[in-house]
Structures are given as C-alpha cells and as structure tokens.
C-alpha cells in the first residue's frame, strides 16, 4: 500500500463509528457493538476487503431493508452434536458470532459442535470465528459460501463463491496456527486493484466472459469469472473446485441456504439471481475440544514442536523461508494495534458519506 | 494407459490374492478380506498407485515385522461425538475401516462422530471410507498423512505428506458428490511416470533438492519435493501448504501419530526419520447424520439440483466442460466392474513375486 495515499484510524475510533451505524438502523447495541468489533478485526489482521470498506454495503443493505436490523435467530433442528440454525436475514456479523458459539456450546458439552446456518449475510472474516474457538481452547471452523465469482474447473461463467475455510490450532508458547484461505486461484480484492493501476494479472487468475483465459482484470470484472485454486486442470484446479464445492454444501445444502450460483448479491451492483433455492447465503461452523482426543498440553506442545520444525525448513532461495500459518495476519495485527489503521481515501469517503447521511460524526 | 502393455485380472481374483497375501502373515480372514476390499476398490476406481500396486510393499513391510499382522485396535480416548484411537501399527487398510465405523456409529447416536488414529500405516485410497459413510446416509469424511513427498510454501525441502481430504454427499436420483483430493499440487506417481517416459514435468509441480524450480521429473525423484497445491505464492501455493498443515494437525497431533517430516516411510528404499514425535501415521475420520441438519429427502434431492445445474454450466471453450466430483472415479468404476482391472507389467511381476515367495498361485 505504500503508493497509495491512507489516512490512519484507531480501530476503537473505527469500532464507535461502525457500531453507532448499526445502531442508526436498529440494531440493538450490544449486537452492534459486536458487529463492528468483527469489522474492525479484519482490518487490524490486514484482511481490509472484510473490513470497514464494506461498512457502506451493510449501511445501503440495512437501508434498503435488505438485512433485517434486529433477527430473532434460531435453532430450527438440533442433535446433541449439531443444529441447523436460520439467521433470519440478519447481519451475518451477529448470525455468526451466536452461530459459533452454539458450536462451541456443544463441543464443551459432547466433545464437537457442528452448525449450519441458512438464512444470513456476509459474516467478515471467517479467521474470526476460529480465533474465538481459541479463546475456549478449542480447534474452531468456519466456512462460508458468497455471492457467485468463481468458475468450476472448465467451466466458462461464475457459479461460486470464494467459498474460505478457516481453521485453528493453539500453540503453548508459541501463537497459534490459524489457517483463513478463500478456495479460488486469488483473492478479487486483488484482480481490483490491478485494474485501478492498469497492470496484467498472472496467467491463471482469471477467464473473460467467454471463458477464455485471460490477463487483463476489466475481463473478470466486465462479466468474467475467478478461477479455482489450482487454476488448470494439469496444476490441480479440479481441487480447489472441490473444495469450494465442499463449502457450498455444508454451508448450503445441509442448512437450507442459496446454494452456488444462487446466493443472492451483497454489492448493490450485483444482479439478484433469477432463481431462489433456499433462505440467504450459508455458514457452517465447527468446534472440536481438544481435550476430548487429548491432554491439552500434549497437544500445544507438540505444535509449538511443529512450528519450530516448519520454521527451520530449509528455505527456498530467493524467499524469505517457510512462514506459519497465520504469520501474517498476527504481524498486521501487532502493527495495527499500535499505530492504528490505515485507510485509503475512497474508503474514507465511504464513511465520510455515512457520516453525511446519518449525522454520526465520523472525524 | 493405451500405450503400456497391461494384463486384464477380475477385482475378485486380486481380491483373493490379496487377502490370501495378507492371511500368509497372520491377519485374521475376515480383516484379510476387507484390506483386499480396501484395495481393490481403488484399482477399480482407476486409482492405480493406491490399489494392488502397493500389495508388494505391505508385503514387505509385514514380512520385516513393521506392521502387525493382529493389531488390538482400542480406543484410548473418547467423549459423545470423539475418539482417538490406537492402531496398534495395523495395516491400515483394517485400522482405517474400523476407526470409520467408530465415527460412524457416533454420528447415529449423537448427530455426528470424529475420530483421530494413531500407530497405523497406510489406508489405501480415502475415498473408500467416505463411501461406506454414503450406504449409511451420513456425511463421510477422511484425511491421513503419508511419508513426506510435498515442500512447504517457500520451503526447499520436503516436510509434509500428500495428505489427501474426502468428503462426499449423497444426491436421490443422481450418483453421490465424490471428493477425494490430495493438497499437492500433483501426484507423485504422475512424476513416477513422466520420469519413466523421459518427458518434462509442467512448471509448479516440482523442485529440485535445493529448492530450485524444475521440470526434469529426475530431480524431484532425486531428493527434491513436490509443490503443494497452487503450486507458487501468487497463484495461492499457501493455500495448498495450509490445507497439507490442517490435515497433518488433525491426523496427527490430535491422535499422537508423527506429524510432518517424522511420518514413518512405507517405502522399504525411503529413509526411517531420524527423529519419531510419536506412534506411526495418522488418519482422521468424520462423519455427520443429515437427518441431524435436515431432512435427507430435502438434502438428496437439492443435491440432485445441484448436480443438474452445475453439469448445465457454459462450458469453457476448448474443454469438455464441468464435472461433478467423483464422475472420473465412478466411470472407471462402472467400466472396470465389468471388463476387470488392467494392470500394467511391472505391477504383475510384483504380484507373481509374492506368489513365488508365498506358494498363493497367482495365475
């Protein structure tokens, strides 16, 4: 970032102003509280496309009585393992964070929780869920599915989304490994940010609207698609389809939710799809006590031991050497923390415009 | 396969020698017969490296004493909806099966079951188990670790296993969603046979024993390592060391097994780990009642929608369009049930050696 010019934020300056939005439109407090600390989260890990830069789209969709402000969320079907949990179009911020802990809820009480949601919105960042499971000493997952950006392996249009997976593990002395991975080739955040700045995008990021490949970003923006991990057949992009095939489902399928191309659009832009095969998008959540296969300190001292290993890796020359799942997002993090958050301009006019709108002072 | 020499055998009739093979050795008949199942079932499902090609080297390792003929498998550890549980260095080819019914019979009881394995070996192809989940209408999922093959991200050496992920979800009308992926970013049989052939290797599927990109197949085989899935940085090559990483935590940390570069070989020509962190290889084990979530005839059949309305995706131009996960395998399966199992000459003579070892008449 460091050709673009930013205007710098204390995330609790950032958390008052998101929260105090949610409110304007009737989110009770305590739930907007939590959404805007979710939001802010994403930008103090560094993951700013999850973060304040959405919190215009939240305010036109709560606007638009698109989210409903103040959900009655629940369980629609339990076992002692599991439950299926319908957010009642809520913000997807609040959805998961009761969602998850539902999961954590029955990981203490029968050893694992599993929990599918349906009827929900964006949730932010998945890292966040898995981050609190931590917190519980407990392995978390999250996954969800989102608006359609993705082809499947040869095929030529969008039918999924990003679809991440996040998943974490504790360490004793050392921080945890906390793996936050979306399922396609990159990130569209990035093909964006090639198209302001006029740059080609590698080969195997994109297709155009034809389904040809292609490097030049305004072919995925202008109707294109991203492509799954694994990008080519011969360099394995029938598994990153795979896997964004699995997100689809648990997240879906199993709950009830609009499933690949049928999730419906979180940018005003996007097209509602024609169809509707379920309620919202979907989120599944996991949590696993760890005590239940194992002491506790077995296992975070054989992960420090696991890091320590991966970290003497032999490197490969030309590159910093092997990092740990979750490095980065931590360093962004302990930066962040200290000198608070950068913000580009058109971000900052976003709020500025919420500001406008609202009358919440925002500077 | 057209332009290698093969010999045609009937799945029974390797199914029978295989367990004859594996009865020589002591293990019980009715475990005898299900590792032949085990393996027979991925030579059916076109999986060649995983299936009878590998009967030599169990052969090997069980007539060196490095695997037990007549493991008592126990669990160690359980809660509600979680076991871990101790191979006793089994063939995991009966370890894998029973730790799969563990979790499985925990999913009827409590919505779903997790299991954790320690002190096994190699479990054939991790499809197998998610299919028995699929005649029980459970979610089914399996990963294992193996011999490290794959370098991490950045990383010049190698440190982690193939370590595959399989998940499948049952449609009504329509055949099952089959994953079964590994997180490299290519097989190693397929550099086995591109080394055979004198061919070059596509670029980000290989480095060589100083961590430097390669294309010549010889200098993987020769001490350097397979890429993980994404194969570099920009085209998301930390997304296939994070998946590698969550599935050797799971497997392994969380069982006790030997996680990372620790993973015993099973190759007699690959090198014993100077350093073991615990008890042989590890497996993980998943399986989840739909009937938990929602009801199954709601989830089959959205499934079957599923299906539908990807196979009706615009096909990329050039290709043969979208496949659903699990069409290759089932075709091969539906071909080979009927015509047999061609095995190529290399693979016969290994058989007819056990057979002149052991006195089993062959052919």
Chains 1, 2 share one sequence.
């Not at 319908?86 to 203490?108: E, R, S």
């Not at 198209?195 to 072919?219: C, F, L, M, T, Y």
Request: net charge negative; aromatic share 8%.
């Amino acid at each position: 970032m460091s050709d673009v010019e930013t205007i710098v934020f204390s995330s609790e300056h950032l958390i008052e102003f998101s929260r105090r939005t949610f409110e304007y439109f009737g989110v009770p407090s305590a739930e907007a509280q939590l959404a805007a600390e979710v939001l802010a989260r994403s930008d103090l890990r560094g993951i700013e496309s999850h973060g304040v830069a959405r919190l215009h789209t939240y305010f036109d969709m709560l606007q638009l009585g698109r989210i409903n402000p103040n959900p009655n969320i629940q369980i629609v079907r339990e076992s002692p393992s599991t439950a299926t949990v319908d957010g009642d179009n809520g913000l997807g911020l609040v959805v998961g964070p009761k969602a998850n802990q539902i999961a954590m809820d029955k990981a203490d009480a029968v050893g694992t929780g599993w929990v599918s949601v349906c009827h929900t919105n964006h949730f932010g960042i998945a890292g966040y869920y898995v981050l609190e499971a931590l917190k519980r000493d407990l392995i978390g997952w999250a996954m969800t599915n989102s608006t359609k950006l993705v082809a499947p392996l040869w095929g030529g249009e969008r039918m999924l989304g990003t679809n991440p997976i996040a998943i974490a593990f504790p360490g004793k002395k050392h921080p945890p490994i906390v793996i936050d991975i979306a399922t396609s080739a990159c990130a569209f955040g990035k093909v964006e940010m090639a198209k302001r700045k006029e740059q080609d995008v590698p080969k195997g990021w994109i297709i155009d609207r034809n389904g040809a490949d292609s490097e030049n970003p305004h072919d995925m923006i202008n109707g294109g698609a991203l492509l799954p991990l694994g990008s080519f057949r011969e360099m394995g992009g029938h598994k990153g389809y795979c896997l964004a095939t699995m997100v689809d489902v648990l997240c879906c399928v199993l709950s009830g939710a609009n499933w690949g191309p049928f999730a419906p659009p979180f940018a005003l832009r996007q097209e509602i799809p024609k169809r509707s095969v379920g309620k919202g998008i979907g989120h599944f959540f996991g949590a696993m006590k760890i005590e239940a296969f194992i002491d506790i300190d077995d296992f975070k001292m054989q992960i420090d031991d696991w890091i320590d290993t991966f970290r003497a890796t032999t490197p490969q020359p030309g590159t910093q050497g092997v990092l740990i799942p979750g490095d980065p997002e931590r360093e962004a993090e302990q930066i962040r923390g200290q000198t608070g958050i950068p913000l580009v301009i058109p971000v900052v006019n976003e709020l500025r415009d919420i500001s406008k709108q609202t009358g919440i002072p925002f500077e």
